[in-house]
């Protein structure tokens, strides 16, 4: 990330318990890649809580995840709707674009997702 004049720090640790990492705050963006629609509804809220506190104001938060499955449970995440977004995350952030990813090519085990 040199060429973008970036610091990078990867960190491992539990996404739900993201006060225990001692990796700061203030930051302004945030990524999750896949993360979050596969928590329990415990995690979800420990998850938008942390990430929220790390963020400094006006941050950007890019959040990729699926819907949920269109024929009930199955492998895979279980996926989250626009409205729980907003529930979990609205307090902390406005939620500016929820839209489909039309480029995404989902594993076929995955079944009948829709990437959000």
Known sequence: ????????HRVHGDVTRLETL????????LVDRGCFHGLSDEQRD???????ALAAPGAVFLLHAHQPRKRGIGPGPRGITRHEIE?????????????PDTQAHLPRWLGDFDPM
């Open 87 to 99: 529930r979990r995350f609205g307090h902390a952030w406005e939620l500016i674009v929820c839209a």
């Open 22 to 29: 001692s990796i700061g705050g203030g930051f302004d963006l």
């Open 46 to 52: 420990r998850y938008a809580a942390g990430a929220s």
């Open 1 to 8: 990330m040199a060429e973008a004049n970036l610091d990078v």
